[in-house]
């Protein structure tokens, strides 16, 4: 048998074999990791896709994994390295996936991942006790001259840890940093007044902020939030800080064309759906949904910035 003759048989035996693979597809519960806590904003957006992911397609179940740690990095880890047989996607947020790369800390590069799309947005804002003095942006700076000022962020290289590093080098300041492990850790933080302010994201703070239990004194996108459009954004308020994280699902490189395709057809579908959307809005989740191909790039682009910053002030 010739060359040519070989490969060819060796492909047919492998278009074969895909064609049997994927027709029995799923063959037990598909892990979705979740590289956080249960009961946050990244966990409570997978259940949602999972309800909806699992009541419009038989045969599917799903089934929640929570590995948290690092800022994300093991959940990361978890998915790249799970076997490519679609039975294992996750969900990652930004900018902590680009930022562990940049950093050297990462055991997987963005190619290690089949993007299946984002799902959603966070926006980055600051906050402040509610008996605070500083009510705009100018008196945060004011305020940070001292040197003393504590702000809380979510551990280091996540999204507020690169807004806070961004405005420091924007207002010629130096906070006092605090690394929290977590949201809830930076919420108890503003409500008991033990920081002077804090880098977060919208959905972590804005039913705090619309009682009055705490101050919202921008928000760290283009444009004003129009979920919160009483609050200016830093832009307007003279400080070129934005910041914003978002939540997308990806699965480990290499799956077989026909899985990928159902996989991100199964989320195309969600995205798409009434319900999920009106499920979303009630749980504060912000959605921003875009394919794999347009995440993919968001994604790339968002690691050269990291880059940029990184080289400016490691971490």
Known sequence: MSFIKKIAATMMAAGLATSVYAADYPSKPISVVVPSKAGGSTDRTA???IDLAEQNNAGFEFVVKNIPGSGGQKGFEAIA???????????NFTPQLVAHIVSGRAKYTLDDFHIMGNVAQDPGIIAVPKDSPIKTMADLAEAAKSGELTVAVNGIGSDDFLA????????????NLLPTKGSTEQKAGVLGGHVDASFMNLSQMIKQHSVGDAHIIAVLTAERDENLSDVATALEQGYDVQMSATRGFVAPAGLDAEIAAKLDGILAEVLASEEFKANAAQGNIFLLPQSGTDYRAYLEGLQAETEKV??????
């Open 47 to 49: 259940r949602l896709f």
């Open 81 to 91: 390295r799970a076997k490519a047989d679609g039975h294992t996607i996750g969900l």
């Open 164 to 175: 806070a590093k961004s405005f420091e080098a924007v207002a010629g300041v130096e906070f």
């Open 310 to 315: 990184f080289e400016a002030a490691p971490w």
